[in-house]
């Protein structure tokens, strides 16, 4: 099993402040995905990255896929109370056609 | 709008009894996939599912088993409830296997107890 490192564990911020969350693993990946699972709910897709270097915004959220494939990084700018979730990585290919989760990330962020 | 159902949000069951956790999407997807969450330890894939009447194991199979009569549904089994199998039970499905990047869509989940 290929394993995600995600981090940070937990964040706890204020309205406008700027974040990265990390997901790290020693395996090269095909793609790599973020979700967002706010709570009693199920995870909803963010983005996929698929090349090397790939660099995708989707409004104040940014999303860079690791030169390597290996690591893949979600900036959030000016982060808002709607923000709070946790944001989980997954990681497929590499031999796996079934993807692996990091443990995910729990974003707060305070009004 | 797509949509995969859970048939329960909350669970309350005893030990030992024998659970059933339904599953059914509206997308017409070939592959669907069972996980658990827990706290700290993220998304863990229990079996999953690639056409009618075919399973694979996961990674955590173990005391659970599955069924797919039919492409939309898809079941998990508890054979014997056990309290460390209180959890969060999470669906999806997706269209491709996801090596090629197809998005996953998860059901609202069902938060099982076991007392």
Known sequence: TQLLEQSPQFLSIQEGENLTVYCNSS?????LQWYRQEPGEGPVLLVTVVTGGEVKKLKRLTFQFGDARKDSSLHITAAQPGDTGLYLCAGAGGGSYIPTFGRGTSLIVHP | DVKVTQS???LVKRTGEKVFLECVQDMDHENMFWYRQDPGLGLRLIYF????????KGDIPEGYSVSREKKERFSLILESASTNQTSMYLCASSPE???SGAEAFF???TRLTVV
């Open chain 2, 97 to 99: 296997l996801w090596d």
């Open chain 2, 107 to 109: 059901g609202q989940g």
């Open chain 2, 8 to 10: 329960s949000r909350y």
């Open chain 2, 49 to 56: 599912s690639y056409d009618v009447k075919m399973k694979e």
């Open chain 1, 27 to 31: 395996s090269v990946f095909s793609s």
